[in-house]
Each structure stands twice: as C-alpha cells, then as structure tokens.
C-alpha cells in the first residue's frame, strides 16, 4: 500500500475485555515501531521488531500488553484484560533500513476503556 | 526533567504570521525529527536533521547541536497549518524519544 494502515481506527472496550491493534506497515520495511500516546502527550514507546523479530519490548507497561510480527509484515497488538489507564492512541510505524530512523506512522488506533 | 521540551505547549497565531516552534533536548543524539499530526492521530514526518537547516515549502526547520536546540518555522502561515508538532530526538536505533508537542491553531 502506499503508507502504513493501522485498524480498527475507533475502538471503545469495556474494561476487561481483550482488544487487537493492526498495523500494516510499508511494503519491504523492516523495522515495526508501537508507540501509546495519552492524550496531550507526544508518543511513548512500546516495543520494537526487525522483521519478526522482536528486539526490544521494554516500553510495554505491562504483561497484559502483547505484540506479535509473525511472518515479518503486519503486526498486531493485544491488550488483555484492558483497564481505563490503557485509553490512549496506540500508533505503528515502519521504516525501510534496519533500525533506520526515518519512521512512516500510521493513523492511528484510539482505544477508549470504559 | 522531560528529555525532550517544547515550547510553548499552545500557539494561536493569524493567517500570514511567521511562527516558530522550539525544541531543547538533553541527551546526544544521532537525529531530530519534527512531526507535524493532525487532529484524528496520524502523524507525518516532516523533517529528519542532524546538522543546519532544511527548507520546504513554508516549512523551515534549523538545528543547533552544540546547543541542543531545534526550531521549527512557518512563514505565511494557514488555517491548514493548524495541527500539533512534535519534535523527536533519535539516539541509537529505536530510540526515539518524543516531546509533548505544540497546539499550533492559525486562525483566518
């Protein structure tokens, strides 16, 4: 595609339940960004891949948080067991070179735990 | 102390108004990115700069590394320009710390 997808764009839960972030990133990019962004605050974050490869994970809060890269294209992030604090924007990146810094975003996830 | 700031949080300016958006960091770094994101969440790099000055269209953004400082200018500004920008600061890698952003709102 011509950028980085992300689906759904609006998601609300209610607390408890298991939610999946998509992302799609950029065709032949090898590295996958996941960031959270609370409102009014720039982006944090999360984990880390180099084609399936998850190389750094030490941006996720917490245990319910996981996210998988299985055959080095698109990504997905679980939230389980979703608590209110987990209501933010969730956003994918990818970039072409490995650990390259020049990072498309996608759109966007907003999660909202009610 | 935020690694990454910016100021101010809020700017309102007039159509036509040059504004400008500044970025301190504190660590070393490799790379500044400014990004701009429009209300909805996406976001679109603007600018990636390790040295001086980079110009596009009424897009200016200019880096101090000595000092650890970044500006980020838009001349003839437009309604359209509204959105918040956000300055990052790559180290190594995925390193990239972000700033909180600036509200720019330009009215007409």
């Known amino acids: 595609g011509a950028g980085v997808s992300q689906s759904p764009r609006y998601k609300v839960a209610k607390r408890g339940q298991d939610v999946a972030l998509r992302c799609d990133p950029i065709?032949?990019?090898?590295?996958l960004f996941w960031y959270q962004q609370a409102l009014g605050q720039g982006p944090e974050f999360l984990t880390y891949?180099?084609?399936?490869?998850?190389?750094?994970k030490s941006g996720l809060p917490s245990d319910r948080f996981f996210a998988e890269r299985p055959e080095g294209s698109v990504s997905t992030l679980k939230i389980q067991r979703t608590q209110q604090e987990d209501s933010a924007v969730y956003l994918c990146?990818?970039?072409?070179?490995?650990?390259?810094?020049?990072?498309?975003f996608g759109p966007g996830t907003r999660l909202t735990v009610t | 102390k935020n690694e990454v700031e910016q100021s101010p949080q809020n700017l309102t300016a007039q159509e036509g108004e040059f504004i400008t958006i500044n970025c301190s960091y504190s660590v070393g770094i490799s790379a500044l990115h400014w990004l701009q994101q429009h209300p909805g969440g996406g976001i679109v790099s603007l600018f990636m700069l390790s040295s001086g000055k980079k110009k596009h269209g009424r897009l200016i953004a200019t880096i101090n590394i000595q000092e650890k400082h970044s500006s980020l200018h838009i001349t003839a500004s437009h309604p359209r320009d509204s959105a918040v920008y956000i300055c990052a600061v790559g180290r190594v890698l995925n390193d990239m710390r972000f700033g909180a952003g600036t509200r720019l709102t330009v009215k007409p």
């Open positions: 990146a990818s970039s072409f070179l490995e650990g390259g810094y020049e990072q498309y």
């Open positions: 891949f180099q084609n399936e490869a998850q190389l750094d």
């Open positions: 065709s032949g990019h090898v590295s």
